[in-house]
């Protein structure tokens, strides 16, 4: 019990500083857009069942409604077509190991700021590497472009050929899978891959190679500018939804202080 | 000539608000006939099946023959005014508001001699053209109007008491992203509306209309989401004290029906803007605008709904769609029932497919947004409760009375085979 100990003390004394790495559940957070004849991601919605009133005197609550996939969320293996014949590919099913684990960040903020549609290729992991050693194995890959920080039509950044925003090429996404074998891949944009993601081959690498490796993603994350390069834990737990595909979620970081 | 009307001054925030007041309500059975024609802005009186002769007021036997067959019929609007006069008081509270009050007698070429309300601008025993309008009980009265246009007439205190006419009145539209949306705007503002509220759902997304809208000077551009509650709430906590018209035009359409589709995905969409949404911006806006009903020249006046003529009877093709269109005419007849009691009036607007993405691989006639807008307007000018745009839309009414049985299996012919 030592070093659950040791933890909780460092938690209270700031040694270990946590990090909220999630987006409000607000009905106004941007989802992404299909084609409209194709099924649509529900948006985020709140309605009140009562408040201190007639409809409830002492006590005040909202059901709530929303996709898997709204918000700061978790992707499952069983969400893409190559992962729906993975073994625990379900939220539900996934081992609770991959719940908490190491969590390395990969800075693209400063190609993303130059160009909208940045790609992350393995040049760009491999020189990361280079400064900061291999990523480990089983660790979660966290994309940070600052893209977060975008409000209102910035964040999708819909033009008449699609949204356009950075995410991983495919030679990439089969680096981190095959060679790094990551746990999973987290942006900060509404998807895994990139706003044009669907003119790469295979379409939406990120999903394609990730869910089909039994890999994670996360996305619509924030405040990645907080994390370091190395070094940090990250808390992902989906709810336990049966045979879901996917769940908005609270996603934590922690962090040691360097003193 | 009437005196023109003159743009409201800002309101004086120290005085109360007047509560609305109505004109009495009761009616018999077979009066109703004349609200039902009203409603629609037709000058209709009993006509006898046996013998002929044109009844007034309405009764359940002939007054000549004694016959209780006495359909409803259009007939000439045409007379002569007899006599007139004008009411300076009146026990009743909503015309002792507004004394004095023009009341005449017609003698209508088609027989009858009719008491009813005369327009200001009608001269002593002069030829007339009767009109048959709601008044702000929801019942239908007659009014008496010059043969011609006279100057400003729209703006006669008593005729505008009928109407929901747009003239210096404050106006929102629901759903900015649509085509209606920037054209249905401008003929609001060519019918002297004086601000134009735009509610646009998702400003994370680009929206098509940005440049159209913007671009008219009485426009303001809002966020609003009808299938957002506190989105709805917000807006009229901001403005719904000033929403003198509202014009729902949020839609949610998809093709199919039940077994056509996989699921119930689409279907709640519908649901959720096209019925929920009514009632989030009923729950919303109401209860500010049965409040301002009689609040001066831009009183609160009318909320208009655009049905799908299907809502009556559904379409080969868009059944689920047409489910959720039939559940708002449903609400939006509650609607109006709660809305009458403050003088509120509803306006349906029902409306054949119309040219847009989702109704393109059907052939014409489709309606236009600038059909659409048209009747809106027109509807409002008339103060109607139910207006039909467009061929599809006329021709699905006229076979919907004749016989729904009929047009049901007409509707849904051939869709067996897929077509």
Known sequence: MTQLADLAQALASGAIRMVDLTHRLDPDFPVIILPPEFGQCARFRMEEVSAYDHRGPAWKWHNISMSEHTGTHFDAPSHWISGRDVAHGAVDEIPLQAFVGPVVVIDCSEGAAADDDFELTVAEIQSWEAEHGPIPEDAWVLMRTDWSKRRGAAYLNMQDDGPHSPGPDPEAMRYLVEHRNIRGFGTETVGTDAGQGMHYVPPYPAHFILHGAGKYGLQCLNNLDQLPATGAMLIAAPLKIKGGTGSPLRVLALVEETA | ?419
């Open chain 2, 1 to 419: 000539m009437s005196t023109p009307l003159q743009p409201p001054p800002k309101k004086n925030p120290q005085n109360r608000t007047l509560s609305p007041t109505r004109p009495p309500e009761a009616r018999s059975r077979a009066a109703l006939g004349l609200t039902a024609a009203a409603a629609e802005g037709r000058f209709a009186l009993q006509v006898c099946a046996a013998c002929g002769s044109v009844q007034y007021p309405p009764r359940d036997a002939c007054s000549t023959c004694l016959s209780v067959n006495l359909p409803w019929r259009d007939i000439d609007p045409h007379g002569d005014l007899l006599a007139e006069t004008t009411v300076r008081t009146s026990t009743n509270l909503y015309f002792r508001e507004r004394a004095p009050w023009r009341l005449g007698s017609v003698k209508l070429n088609a027989g009858p001699v009719i008491l009813c309300h005369v327009h200001g601008d009608v001269a002593p025993r002069s030829p007339v053209r009767l009109i048959n309008r709601l008044d702000r009980a929801g019942q239908g009265v007659l009014f008496a109007l010059p043969l011609d246009r006279s100057p400003n007439m729209e703006d006669d205190p008593q005729l505008r008491a009928l109407t929901s006419d747009p003239k210096h009145r404050r106006v929102l539209i629901t759903e900015g992203r649509s085509d209606l949306a920037p054209v249905l705007a401008k003929a609001l503002v060519t019918a002297g509306a004086s601000t134009i509220f735009v509610g646009v759902s998702e400003t994370w997304r680009p929206n098509p209309q940005q440049q159209a809208l913007s671009e008219i000077a009485q426009v303001e551009i809002l966020p609003l989401d009808v299938t957002d509650a506190s989105s709805t709430r917000e807006l009229a906590g901001e403005i719904g004290g000033k929403v003198d018209i509202l014009i729902n035009t949020a839609r949610f359409i998809r093709p199919g029906s039940a077994l056509t589709r996989a699921d119930t995905a689409f279907a709640q969409q519908e649901m959720d803007v096209n019925y929920l949404g009514l009632m989030r911006l009923a729950q919303s806006f109401g209860p500010g605008m049965c409040a301002r009903t009689a609040d001066g020249v831009n009183a609160a006046t009318a909320w208009v709904n655009i049905l799908s003529a299907h809502a009556l009877m559904p379409a080969p093709g868009f059944g689920s769609f047409s489910a959720s269109q039939a559940a708002a005419l449903s609400l939006s007849q509650s609607l109006r029932g709660e809305f009458r009691g403050a003088g509120l009036r509803l306006m349906n607007v029902f409306t054949g497919p119309t040219e847009d993405d989702w109704h393109q691989p059907l052939p014409p006639p489709k309606v236009l947004p600038r059909g659409l807008a048209r009747s809106i307007v027109a509807g409002l000018h008339d103060g109607l409760e139910d207006v039909y745009c467009g061929d599809v839309a006329q021709d699905l009414i006229a076979r919907m009375r004749r016989d729904p049985k009929v047009l049901e299996r007409e509707m849904t012919m051939g869709a067996a085979d897929g077509l």
